[in-house]
């Protein structure tokens, strides 16, 4: 089995900063790329920020230089710093990562179960 746990969600004045958390665990052998995602009601879900294996960053241009994306491979976690908070980043935030749990096994696509951020005065 593999889990994906965010954590650091919550509610946020405009211009306001979130750090948000997600660490992979369980049956792990390596992981490529991992992202971070969000859904606000209405709305379909949509890229926020994708960090591969070697570090390469790409992000959505509505958080271009306002968010960043970064991972800690020795913990299998990936970070998303969020500054200047706007009420449009109101969301939940689901991580993402492709995962190979075995040596022999294709890679695999896991969610975790989503973090609440509100960005509201």
């Known amino acids: 089995q593999v889990q994906l746990v965010e954590s650091g969600g919550g509610l946020v004045q405009p211009g306001g900063s979130l750090r948000l958390s997600c660490a992979a665990s369980g049956s792990i052998f390596s992981i490529n790329a991992m992202g971070w995602y969000r859904q606000a009601p209405g709305n379909q879900r949509e890229l926020v920020a994708l960090?591969?294996?070697?570090?390469?960053?790409n992000y959505a241009d509505s958080v271009k230089g306002r968010f960043t994306i970064s991972r800690d491979n020795a913990n299998n976690t990936v970070y998303l710093q969020m500054n200047s908070l706007k009420p449009e980043d109101t969301a939940v935030y689901y991580c993402?990562?492709?995962?190979?749990?075995?040596?022999?096994?294709?890679?695999?696509?896991?969610w975790g179960q989503g973090t609440q951020v509100t960005v509201s005065s």
């Open positions: 993402n990562a492709k995962i190979r749990r075995l040596y022999y096994s294709k890679e695999a696509y896991y």
């Open positions: 960090i591969t294996s070697g570090g390469s960053t």
